[in-house]
């Protein structure tokens, strides 16, 4: 057992699957501050701002992730060739428009949240409280985000 209780095993395996989560969320952030200062039109001032508050919780996040893998005494990844393998976040590049930046978020978090369920899932399942809440914690704030996306595109 570790010092948090939990078994090497255990460990390893929400590690991995963090690590893997750690990849989108890189990818992703990448991409929203391309969108931030690449964004143009005449929705210009209101989402330049959005995706600056999108990609400070992002960053945010991504931390958290890293200090997480910390926690259960493996070593978080930090090679972008890295993440560009095993991320299901795809890069995106040249869209400067509203609704193609929009788009590209949701797709984003459609991705994020279903790791993140799988995440939920898997350290509910190894009894690791830490990691669940987190996942949950993360799911609830960004099936908001969802919604407010996805109602700027009328939909």
């Known amino acids: 057992m570790s010092t948090i209780g ?16 750690l990849a989108d969320y890189h990818i992703f ?7 931030h200062w690449n ?17 400070d919780d992002l960053f945010e996040k991504i931390d958290e992730v890293a200090e997480r893998v910390l926690t259960l005494g493996q070593s978080p990844k930090h090679a972008y060739s890295n993440y560009l393998k095993v991320s299901k976040v795809k890069e995106a590049t040249d869209i400067s428009d509203a609704e193609g930046t929009v788009s590209s978020i949701l797709d984003s978090f459609e991705v994020i949240i279903e ?8 350290t509910d399942e190894l009894e ?14 960004q099936e908001k985000l969802v919604w407010m996306y996805s109602s700027f595109l009328g939909k």
Do not use: C, P, W
């Open 6 to 21: 939990l078994s090497k095993e255990t460990s390893v395996k929400v590690a991995d699957s963090l690590n893997e989560l």
């Open 29 to 35: 952030y990448m991409n929203v501050r391309g969108f």
């Open 39 to 55: 964004i143009k039109g005449h929705k210009f001032f209101v989402l330049h701002e959005k995706f600056e508050e999108l990609y």
């Open 115 to 122: 790791k993140q369920r799988e995440i939920l899932d898997l």
């Open 128 to 141: 690791d409280e830490g990691t669940n809440a987190l996942m949950s914690d993360y799911i609830s704030e």
